[in-house]
């Protein structure tokens, strides 16, 4: 099916053979696996291996680390197509690009980057990203994780949840506070990255989810872990840039996720209906697939939009906060058609279109609800006219 206008015209024909290498691997690999692996809650491992072999876990990071050295263009057109077959997977490998990794290129020391990005790039050692606890989710400024100077780095204590693949992740992002700053709690909090192989790192239970079966969320405690000094990520205290200038470009990552989605859905309408002719004898299923498909388009321009700016260096903030808004409502728009319009059987558990709709729900949650999607873009909107 198409269903979209090819923003990546006059791009390299090699990002397009990574693309079609990608379709081929969800198409031979992820998909005939991903019911089973979802309905058992189990990581889709034949999938992340293929992936992995095509440096796809290296897309964004730039070839003198070993990475395939594309851009946000690239690896969002590569997001949307794993999520369209297994946004679990999808969730990994957005994580894993466009917060580790890119968080580790743009803020680390040069030794550190030698270090860790060539292990990242292959798959060989997968990233998180934790900034979420019990007490701060949306108020992400407000965490209790502390980080105390000691001789040659930092001594961290407290715990940190919902950390998407924190039970295989090798390295993780962690913010943790270095210094109290009550009257502007964001100042104060530092960026360190972490071996979860170190001593006083541990990984906890795996959340019960509504959806994304195949991927984890896990519960992690620190308890004395040791980060040396050259594993801080930019300034001390200023850790929380760090945070956001990462989920400026994540959330480009989740509203591919979400484009991904969508597109799943119109594609089992397409195909429901091209088995069941009889289906578009109702005038409200034609229009489901008209309304989905302009949604999805509408979507991808912003996607793209958002991710062309990142790629020529412009500030995004406002551009990836509507595209994360407007995807992840197109996708639970999308979803909620095909099952109410099409979809006969859609509230029998282990249909397709009933993993879709749970996998759905997930992107108007994470790296910011819909709801801090929508402060994000007004601040930004009063913010550029007082400018
Ligand atoms: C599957 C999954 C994977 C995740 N992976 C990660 C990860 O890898 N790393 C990580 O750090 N975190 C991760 N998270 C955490 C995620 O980012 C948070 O769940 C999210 O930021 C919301 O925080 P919360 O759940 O504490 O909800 P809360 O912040 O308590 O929000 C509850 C409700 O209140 C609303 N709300 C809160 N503040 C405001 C406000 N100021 N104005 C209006 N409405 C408001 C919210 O929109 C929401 O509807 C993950 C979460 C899930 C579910």
């Known amino acids: 099916m198409t269903t979209g206008i090819d923003v990546m015209?006059?791009?390299?024909?090699?990002?397009?053979?990574?693309?079609?290498?990608?379709?081929q691997i969800c198409r031979e690999v992820i998909e005939p696996e991903v019911?089973?692996?979802?309905?058992?809650?189990?990581?889709?491992e034949s999938g992340i291996r293929a992936l992995a072999q095509a440096g796809i876990f290296g897309v964004t990071i730039a070839s003198q680390y070993g990475g395939l050295g594309l851009g946000s263009v690239e690896s969002s057109r590569i997001i949307e197509e794993v999520s369209r077959v297994c946004p679990s997977t999808a969730t990994m490998l957005s994580v894993h690009t466009s917060l580790t990794s890119y968080l580790i290129e743009q803020w680390a020391?040069?030794?550190?980057?030698?270090?860790?990005?060539?292990?990242?790039?292959?798959?060989?050692?997968?990233?998180?990203?934790?900034?979420?606890?019990?007490?701060?989710?949306?108020?992400?400024?407000?965490l209790g994780c502390r980080a105390e100077r000691v001789e040659g780095g930092w001594r961290i204590e407290g715990t940190k949840n919902f950390v998407t693949s924190g039970d295989v992740a090798d390295v993780l992002i962690l913010f943790a506070r270095t210094s109290e700053s009550p009257s502007k709690p964001?100042?104060?909090?530092?960026?360190?990255l972490v071996e979860t192989g170190w001593e006083g790192f541990t990984a906890g239970k795996a959340e019960t989810k509504m959806g994304l079966s195949a991927s984890h969320c896990i519960e992690t405690?620190?308890?004395?872990?040791?980060?040396?000094?050259?594993?801080?990520?930019?300034?001390?205290?200023?850790?929380?840039?760090?945070?956001m200038a990462g989920l400026d470009g994540g959330r480009i990552g989740i509203a591919s996720q979400a484009l991904g989605i969508a597109r799943s859905a119109?594609?089992?309408?397409?195909?429901?209906?091209?088995?069941?002719?009889?289906?578009?004898?109702?005038?409200?299923?034609?229009?489901?697939?008209?309304?989905?498909?302009?949604?999805?388009?509408?979507?991808?321009?912003?996607?793209?939009?958002?991710?062309?700016?990142?790629?020529?260096?412009?500030?995004?903030?406002?551009?990836?906060?509507?595209?994360?808004?407007?995807?992840s409502r197109t996708a639970n728009e999308v979803v909620r058609m095909a099952m109410s319009e099409v979809f006969e059987s859609a509230g029998l558990?282990?249909?397709?279109?009933e993993r879709i709709f749970r996998d759905a729900r997930i992107?108007?949650?994470?790296?910011?609800?819909?709801?801090?999607?929508?402060?994000?873009?007004a601040r930004n909107l009063l913010r550029e006219e007082t400018e």
């Open 9 to 23: 015209e006059g791009k390299s024909c090699d990002s397009e053979q990574v693309l079609e290498q990608v379709r």
């Open 266 to 327: 119109l594609d089992s309408m397409l195909d429901a209906v091209r088995s069941e002719p009889r289906l578009l004898a109702s005038q409200e299923v034609e229009w489901a697939l008209a309304e989905s498909a302009t949604a999805i388009e509408a979507s991808r321009l912003l996607v793209r939009q958002a991710a062309e700016m990142r790629d020529q260096g412009v500030g995004h903030s406002r551009a990836s906060s509507m595209a994360k808004f407007h995807s």
């Open 221 to 243: 405690a620190y308890d004395g872990l040791l980060v040396p000094e050259e594993n801080l990520l930019g300034e001390i205290d200023r850790g929380f840039g760090v945070a």
């Open 35 to 44: 019911e089973q692996v979802c309905a058992e809650g189990r990581y889709h």
């Open 349 to 353: 558990v282990g249909t397709r279109i």
């Open 186 to 192: 964001s100042r104060g909090i530092s960026a360190f």
């Open 109 to 142: 020391r040069e030794d550190i980057r030698h270090k860790y990005l060539p292990r990242l790039a292959t798959g060989e050692w997968i990233g998180a990203y934790s900034l979420t606890e019990p007490r701060s989710g949306s108020d992400a400024a407000g």
């Open 363 to 377: 992107v108007e949650l994470y790296e910011g609800t819909s709801e801090i999607q929508k402060m994000v873009i």
